[in-house]
């Protein structure tokens, strides 16, 4: 076999996991893989190295259901016939499991994000310029926060980081079987964004629709 220095760092954290995490959790992974998992917690983040849910939570094994992908976005529901990764990891999350919470996290110097903002149609790749054009409002609503304020690039990007978060929560609710539990108080929504250089969370308010940092 080939050696490699990143699969050998791999496969070392991994034996360190074995004598280690799961040395002292074996009970809760015996228990979780008897019984199944009963997540309470649906977590929708972008699928960026730097913004490891688990990690940042401090999550144990079956606290949190993880939904990642590029930008964490939600498309709106359109049941047909394509491939809806996205959609079935919702469906299973909100219809088999039955989460009780929704969060949809962002993250600072997102690259799905960046590619949108830099909207170069069709450029590089197959599918990344189709699958931002989900978040196009999200774009346009940035671009007007960010002229009528004078913004830079850089806080326009933030902005536009926000405005994702925003609308993959409002698109959340094109599914019925999301809208209706939301309704009647069974589910809850909640927008994050979490900052990389700084480590800081923030919550977005859903009364003042402000971004407040997390103590
Ligand atoms: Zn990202």
Redesign the pocket.
Known sequence: MIECEFMDKLFEGYRQFRTDYYEKNQKLFETLAREGQAPKILLIG?S?SRVDPSYIFGAEPGDLFVLRNV?NLVPPFAPDSHLHGTSAALEFAVRTLKVEHIIVMG?TR????QALMDDVEGADGDFISGWMAVARGARERALVRSLSAGLSSEQTLRICEQEVVALSMGNLMSFPWIHEPVQYGRLQIHGLWFDVETGELFRLNPVTNVYEVVT
């Open positions: 972008c960026d930008a993250h997102c690259g799905g994000v």
